[in-house]
């Protein structure tokens, strides 16, 4: 069996067991031929390739400048791929278990003070509720303010927000139900706010569309629904009108912001986990600076000998 083949065996497998979206599938496949093209020209294969030829790849891509991120990436779609072969018997071995990853430092993820969001926020709901703006633009404002009060009290990647179905708007009870990666679903918490920015926007829309979409942000597009660049756009030009620069906000941003004010007011990490869809707890951990800091501070504050001089 040649290398494409064992590729697409392996993504079969991916969509099918894992649930893996089209975009991550693409990912592996960019990958896995990446390195099944630099095995061709050392007229080797997957099923027959040694740990030194990985090591070898690995050196070639540190070689040609690649990030230590985007090594890493390539890396565990490899180890994945080997994996595979090994567990359904297309080899007798695994030669990706002896290599190590590239040392990388651990990037603290951008976030907004809660300050910063709250002037996000509010300029945004203000647009929305001025009727001396033409309809449009008040109606564009309502449609950004509804986004941003649903990713920062859920916490919901771009691609499950902007994919949210109308039922959203009418969610029973405090939590919408939400089918995240892997078509796994999770509960995620709905604030009052983001139930009137809804309503606001909704009432708007229900002016000017004939019939109403499945969708609860619909756009002429191939899916029906708002593009994330679309998002990402209009969030920079809101985020420069309150003072915020462009390049320290995505909504990637406000998720971020989301977890980081959470445990900064005392939620636990595994509630966290929880809410933001990490199927691994190390995921989350990416945040741990924000309990470290809690930490430091509770003990400055509440230990009894913390005053006292040595």
């Known amino acids: 069996m040649n290398s494409e083949a ?3 065996l392996f993504l079969e497998m991916l969509a099918a067991e894992r649930g893996a979206a089209a975009n991550t599938l693409l990912a592996y496949r960019r990958d896995l031929g ?20 990985l090591r070898a790849y690995l050196i070639r891509l540190q070689d040609v400048g690649l990030k230590a991120t985007s090594s890493g990436r390539k890396l565990s779609s490899i180890r994945q791929f080997h994996k595979f072969l090994y567990l359904e018997g297309h080899r007798g071995d695994d030669p990706s278990v002896t290599l190590e990853g590239p040392k990388r430092g651990r990037p603290l993820p951008k976030t907004l003070s809660m300050a910063d969001v709250d002037r996000l926020l509010n300029g945004v709901a203000a647009q929305a509720a001025d009727a001396e703006l033409p309809f449009h633009r008040r109606l564009a404002a309502a449609r ?8 920062y009290a859920t916490g919901l990647r771009v691609s499950e ?24 679903e999770r509960l995620v918490p709905l604030t009052d706010k983001s139930r009137q920015a809804m309503r606001i926007y909704l009432d708007l829309l229900g002016k000017v569309q004939a019939k109403a979409s499945p969708f609860l942000f619909p756009a002429a597009s191939g899916t029906g629904y708002l593009a994330r660049q679309v998002f990402a756009r209009d969030l920079k030009t809101a985020a420069a009108t309150a003072g915020i620069s462009a390049s320290a906000i995505s909504p990637h941003v406000l998720r971020h912001a989301f977890a980081s004010h959470l445990l900064q007011n005392g939620a636990d ?3 966290v986990q929880q809410l933001l869809g990490h199927a691994d707890i190390a995921t989350t951990q990416i945040y741990t600076h924000v ?20």
């Open 291 to 310: 309990l470290d800091e809690r930490a430091q501070a509770m003990v400055r504050d509440l230990h009894p000998l913390a005053d006292v001089e040595g």
């Open 34 to 53: 990446d390195y099944c093209a630099f095995l061709c020209s050392r007229q080797e294969t997957p099923i027959g390739v040694s740990s030194s030829t």
């Open 144 to 151: 950004l303010s509804a986004l941003l009060e649903l990713i």
């Open 6 to 8: 064992l590729i697409d």
């Open 269 to 271: 990490l595994r509630i």
């Open 161 to 184: 927000l902007v994919a949210l179905p109308r039922s959203a708007a009418h969610a029973r009870g405090d939590f919408l139900s939400v089918c995240g990666k892997g078509r796994k």
